[in-house]
Structure formats: structure tokens, C-alpha cells
């Protein structure tokens, strides 16, 4: 591949959005890992955020297609499993974009604890600040929300639920 | 092909699990439930397909995961039998779920650091995936067990039906004994002290009691299945079988 090649094709790839985060690219998600010429095979690596997540399959059929509309006729999407997908991948102005169509960003994921941590009701939960007014009088109502990645939230001081993007 | 047959076996568990959670969709008790079970059904679907994906390259005669979950009957299917029985009430479904998430969780932290590297991204994943399906459940067992009366009676119900059902989780054959040998697999054996220390301590802060030692239920993992497995598959096959190769 020439020099800056590399480059050009990643940034093809930011026209590729998440289909459930429509103002998310998927180069700035983190779902992809790298791009290599294999003799005159463009190859795509991908890894998928959750086991189970829909939007890959479309996701990857819209590698495809950005991709043939740029030239390259030859690609081949290869998925890559390690390491896992985490959402501290996601930079500091992707989790803005996030804020500004009011998702709450996912925090760093912290050292995660063992079990006994996991199996208590007096768990800290950690305050997820209002994506709409920036309280952090907000309460979560369920850890798992509209899609695989996102919890439900709603925030006591704007009345105003809301989606959390999850550490993970 | 004790890996192939080892790879039906995680992928079985979390496929059947997972169908019988998808079958609440639309009937949860509270909206936020409904959307819970959804989720987590989608997460095991998603795991059984990379397992079985990863069997049939396995395996070597160019089966892919749809044609394994599709067109294999029940005596070929290797899943627990626990994940198998119907959903019975939500105190059932939720201490069910309890029982196999803690279980999952010790198994899959194991494997995440597999000799099989692919093995090892996909449980590295899974791990992630069922941190948040344990503190569900088990929160969900905390509630019902020392709620209310009726919560209470339900769920000491479903720990009473369930509870000879979970023996199995933790024997090991030939085929288990010989992946962990190899570092691909994990120590079943090993995992039920860490198992049982977990769910005595919610059961107990749930105010459910264990029963005392019912006859064990096993066979799964030989294909020796309740009636229950065949009618699930049944409906879950059907237009597969109906129309072999339709896309959609």
C-alpha cells in the first residue's frame, strides 16, 4: 500500500455511521481495528462492540458499498475478536457528539471488581451527569436501555430521561 | 473433535437460554424487564453464534452457525438441561437465569484466558457481557426472595424445581477433562466451590432456602434432553426447515 494510503482509506471509512448512532463514525467508535492490502484484496478488520450487537451485519455491508463507490472493487471485511471492544476507545470529542444529541457518555471503565461486588443491591452507582442540564440528580432505571450498548436513565432536576452509553 | 464437540456445548447453552428469554419479548411484567430479557437473550444469541461459528470451522465440513442451530435435532443439540425448561413465571425465568449467569460468569473468566485464542476473545467478550447479567439477575432474586409474600413464595418455588437441574453444570467427561488439560477449556470442578459460595450468599440474603440434595437431572451434554428442547426447537426451526436457504 502507498504511504498515506493507509490514512485515505480510514478516512473513506468515517462516512460509514453507526446505524443506532447515526453521529458516530466507525473508525471514532473503534470497531476499526486496521486496513491492509492482501495482494489486490483490500481488507477491513472489524471487531464487534457487543456479542449480539445488530448493527454489524449493516455496518459491514456498509464497508462494502463505501468502499466500492471510492473505487476499491476488491474488499474484504475480516472480523477480529481480540482484543475486546471497549468504550475507552471512544475520544474525548466522541463522547461530546455523544452529550450534544443527549447521550450520556460512558465513564472510564474502572478496575471492575470481582462478584461479590457485582451481587449486591447497595452498590455505588455512579452519578451519570444529565446529558440535557448537566445535573447530577439523576437516577438509573434500567442497565439495559434501547440498544445492547445503552442504559436508561432519567434525570429528578429537568424530569427528562435519557440514554446512557454504558462503560463496557 | 472433542473441541468441535466442546464449542456445541458452550454455544448450546447460550443459544437455548437464549431463545427462551427472546420468547418474553412482549410479555415482560414491567416495560423495563421486557427490554432487560431482550437484551440479554440478544448478548447469549450473540455469543452462541460466535461459539458455533467457530465449531463448524472446527469441525471442518463447511457448516455454518445457522446451519447447526437450524438443522440439528434434539438429540445433537449439548445445551444443560436447565436452559432448556420453560419459562414457568418471572420468579423462574429471573432464579434460573440467576443459577446459570453466576455459573457463566466463573466459566467464561476462566476462558477468556484460553490456550484457543479465538475461544479466548469471544469469552473475553462474553465475560464483559455477563457482568451486567449477573447483577440483573441477582438483584432481581434479592427483591422477589425477600419481597412480598407472593414474590417470596414464587421465587422459593422456582429454587425448589430448579435446584436438581444444576448438578450438571459442573460435571466434567472425557471432552471436558481433555480441554482443560490442553488450557482450552475450563475446570468445571474447580468452579463449583466459587459457584456455590455465590449463590448461597444471595439465596441466603434472599431469604431462600436450598433444598436438601434431590436426585441430580443430567444428560445434556449427551444429548439426553427433557420433552421441552424438541417442541422449543420446533418452533425455532420451522421456517428454516419450511424454506432451506431463504434469504431474507
Known sequence: ?168 | MNLFEYLLRLGDDRLVLGHRLSEWCGHGPILEEDIALANIALDLIGQATLYLKLAGETEGKGRTADELVYFRDAIDYRNLQIVELPNGDYAFTIVRQFLFDVFSYHLLEQLQKSANTEIGGISAKAFKEVRYHVRHSSEWVLRMGDGTEESHTRAQKAVNDLWRFTAEMFESDEVDREMAAAGIGADVEAIRPKWEAVVKDVLGRATLTIPNDPPAMTGGRRGRHTEHLSRMLAEMQVVARTHPGAQW
Open chain 1, 1 to 168: 500500500m502507498v504511504i498515506g494510503a493507509r490514512e485515505n482509506i480510514l478516512e473513506i471509512l468515517t462516512e460509514v455511521k453507526d446505524p443506532e448512532l447515526p453521529m458516530i463514525d466507525i473508525v471514532e467508535l473503534g470497531i476499526v481495528r486496521d486496513v491492509a492490502l492482501d495482494g489486490d484484496q483490500l481488507r477491513v478488520d472489524v471487531t464487534p462492540t457487543y456479542s449480539g450487537c445488530p448493527a454489524i451485519q449493516v455496518i459491514e455491508q456498509d464497508i462494502v458499498t463505501t468502499l466500492h463507490a471510492h473505487g476499491f472493487d476488491n474488499v474484504r471485511v475480516n472480523t477480529v475478536l481480540s482484543p475486546a471492544w471497549t468504550t475507552d476507545w471512544l475520544s474525548d470529542a466522541t463522547k461530546q457528539k455523544l452529550r450534544d444529541n443527549g447521550i450520556a457518555p460512558p465513564g472510564s471503565v474502572a478496575e471492575t471488581g470481582g462478584i461479590a461486588e457485582l451481587v449486591s443491591l447497595r452498590r455505588a452507582r455512579a452519578s451519570v451527569e444529565c446529558p440535557f442540564c448537566g445535573s447530577s440528580n439523576t437516577q438509573e432505571k434500567s442497565e439495559f436501555g434501547s440498544t445492547a450498548c445503552k442504559a436508561i436513565h432519567y434525570c429528578d432536576s429537568c424530569h427528562q430521561p435519557f440514554d446512557h452509553f454504558k462503560s463496557f
